[in-house]
């Protein structure tokens, strides 16, 4: 697609300092995100490993067993237990904290489990249940939280690197650029774009504030964003969103007025008017039937995917101790539960019931 776009003067040109701008919300949330990836790796890893050290070689004790399970936003459940039992001779009051995600209504189920070979580790049984499902739920969290907090500090200090380098003369290219966000505070336009229409397309996004009376150079627009004039100032790694007067680009009023021509020209023109408008077409969406369709068949092939894992876990995975399999077979109703704990115990009934099909013992099979 092309654009109109502006002839500038051949000559290397700066451009003023403070064009691109920094969201306040990038200072804010780095740190934040970064603490929280921390606070969850070391509030819940030593939990993961000390169970993962007691899976290795579990021997169930009798104890005393004092706590609750809470569930937050449906499918967060985080477990907090006081333990108190005898092993060797040897009394021992343990705390134990677990947080997984589970679908889940009424009570959980539990046990106490120490190690074999260190007595002085014990959990309860729902934390070996649910321990690859602890360990999928703190990888996703830290990579989440801490891989956006780096993202962000990558994208902060390209920000200030681009933002050192304007000040220098260099050569200007004049590129079409997206916006994908406007708004207004304090009088001052905050301008969002994107690098998505031009020959390069590196889909890099960069902010931009205006100064009181300024705007951006529309020039048409991509489906359902307005297209405006940026400028790739040398080798510099973000375009720079222009204004409409050029104030923004160190040169005479002269070299302003000779480059704004051609769209003064188009704007006076009937032909090319829609190229300056500020009018963005309405966006045809998917109708309410079909949106309705796409929604069930989705809800239909997820129903469909859990369905078929639950199938694969009891009659052919390699052990009972399957953490999705064990969640999926404990929420499905009394009659497929049963018959799902009925194949399971065929074929590993030698060995301790997974969650969902234990007696009230929390060991054996119901």
Known sequence: MTFPTIKLPARPLAIKRGTISTPFVYYFSIPVLLAIAFF?????????LRDYTISQNPVFVDGMIDGSCKTRKAVFTTCEVDLSYEQGGQRYDKDVEIMFVDIHSGDYETGLV????????????????????RIITLSVFTVLL???GLVM?????????????????????VVPVEITGMDTKRNRLNVTYADRVSERKT???AFTRFERGQEPIIVGDAGSNLVALAVWHGNTSLPVLLDDRLERIEMTEQERAAA??????????????????????????????????????????????????????????????NSPGMDINNMMPEALNRWGCDQLKSRFGDGNAPFGCTAPDHISWK
């Open 40 to 48: 969850m790796m070391m509030s819940e890893a030593p939990g993961i």
């Open 114 to 133: 120490v190690s074999g070979d260190h007595p002085e580790l014990a959990t309860i049984t729902l934390g070996l249940d649910m321990l690859w499902n």
């Open 146 to 148: 801490g891989g956006g």
């Open 153 to 173: 500090i990558f994208m902060l200090l390209r920000f200030w690197r681009v933002s050192g380098q304007l000040s220098k003369p260099a050569p200007l290219t």
């Open 203 to 205: 889909k890099r996004v």
């Open 260 to 321: 704004l021509a051609p769209l003064h020209e188009l704007a006076q023109s009937t032909d090319h008017a829609s190229a300056t408008s500020h009018v963005v077409p309405e966006k045809q969406g998917m109708s309410l039937a079909r949106r309705a369709g796409v929604f069930v068949l989705v809800l239909l092939l997820l129903v469909g995917g859990i369905f078929a894992y639950w199938l694969w876990y009891v009659t052919s995975a390699p052990s009972q101790y």
